[in-house]
């Protein structure tokens, strides 16, 4: 597996679609600031940090055009947070990322089933993941 910048992704939380949240896994839909490297297209396993508050939460995270729906060119950056059922309300928010692990390609389903099994399998690798990785410090607000 390639190494992960150890350096974290900063970015600012922007309106997306809205279409996580209707599909049950609302996402915080990341702006990289100018000049940050973005990893490549997949989805990963990290942490977002909120320098405003000092929160840190666990993230399953994907970068890429949204395939399945084939309605973007554009590459979209979209967290998860696992511990924000509801999605957290980050709107103009400053936020980290600081990746774990490369979970596995992006890929264009069939279905929107399909598409919400692997994104439960990819939450439930993430969780493990994290689990067993130490959480970055909280950051100052």
């Known amino acids: 597996m390639p190494e992960l910048a150890s350096t974290p992704l900063v970015g600012t939380v922007v ?10 896994f ?18 990963y396993s990290g942490w977002l940090t909120r320098p405003a508050t000092g929160d ?7 970068i890429g055009t949204n395939p399945t729906f084939g309605d973007s060119a554009e590459v ?14 980050l709107y103009g928010e400053r936020v980290e990322l600081r990746f774990v692990a490369r979970l596995r390609d992006t890929e264009k389903f069939a279905t929107v089933d399909e598409l919400l099994a692997a994104a439960r399998e990819d939450v439930r690798r ?16």
């Open 15 to 24: 309106h997306g679609a809205g279409r996580g949240t209707g599909l049950g």
């Open 26 to 43: 609302p996402t915080a839909n990341l702006s990289p600031a100018p000049g940050t490297a973005v990893p490549p297209p997949a989805i």
């Open 56 to 62: 840190v939460h666990r993230a399953t995270v994907s």
């Open 76 to 89: 979209h950056v979209e967290v998860h947070c696992h511990d924000a059922p509801d999605g957290l309300h």
């Open 126 to 141: 993430s969780d493990a993941l994290l689990a067993a990785a130490p959480a970055p410090a909280a950051p100052t607000p």
